[in-house]
T-cell receptor, first 112, second 113 residues
């Protein structure tokens, strides 16, 4: 079945860039998503990318997609303490199914 | 500011009791999804609806779980009887066919003792 993998933790210093990586197995994925979850809260959609694109930028966020390697990354420039959260990668299959398959999430820890 | 709403936000119940969770999708959205989040399994899709019709509930334990959309403004997820292993956060999300975003509600944290 489909699988989405992420590292569990990432620690960065405030002001540095954070790069969160994700790999997926479903070659029919049409859209790939990044969600942010703060403690006790729901999931906030940060951005998504269509599978025929290789990059998308939105303010401090840059998404890179390597479709050949099935690798997705989220770069957060100038990381702030408010960026501390769990970041989930998810994909949406092109097989007609609309539900998302999520990775386990990456805990982003900000060091002062 | 349109949001998905879910009630209750927290629910503590005893094993064997019936639990009903409710979701109000964003007005105008025609797809509704139920997800469950646990420490062990992460986020899993339980069921989803398009135009109130159930399209996929393969992720849901059929013997005790049921999902319905009585109308376009209400989706329900029911567990009967509940078991301790059902303890999790249950999220509802909604979206529109022609768009690609899914917007999540704040979740219902369920604890079954």
């Amino acid at each position: 079945g489909e699988d989405v993998e992420q590292s569990l933790f990432l620690s960065v210093r405030e002001g540095d860039s954070s790069v969160i990586n994700c790999t997926y197995t479903d070659s029919s994925s049409t859209y790939l998503y990044w969600y942010k979850q703060e403690p006790g809260a729901g999931l906030q959609l940060l951005t998504y990318i269509f599978s025929n694109m290789d990059m998308k930028q939105d303010q401090r966020l840059t998404v890179l997609l390597n479709k050949k390697d099935k690798h997705l990354s989220l770069r957060i420039a100038d990381t702030q303490t408010g960026d501390s959260a769990i970041y989930f990668c998810a994909d949406r299959s092109g097989g007609g199914a609309d539900g998302l398959t999520f990775g386990k999430g990456t805990h982003l820890i900000i060091q002062p | 500011d349109a949001r998905v709403t879910q009630t209750p936000r927290h629910k503590v119940t005893e094993m064997g009791q019936e639990v009903t969770m409710r979701c109000q999708p964003i007005l105008g959205h025609n797809t509704v999804f139920w997800y469950r989040q646990t420490m062990m399994q992460g986020l899993e899709l339980l069921a989803y609806f398009r135009n109130r019709a159930p399209l996929d509930d393969s992720g849901m334990p059929k013997d005790r779980f049921s999902a319905e959309m009585p109308d376009a403004t209400l989706a329900t997820l029911k567990i009967q009887p509940s078991e301790p292993r059902d303890s999790a956060v249950y999220f509802c999300a909604s979206g529109r066919d022609e768009e690609r975003e899914q917007f999540f509600g704040p979740g219902t944290r369920l604890t079954v003792l």
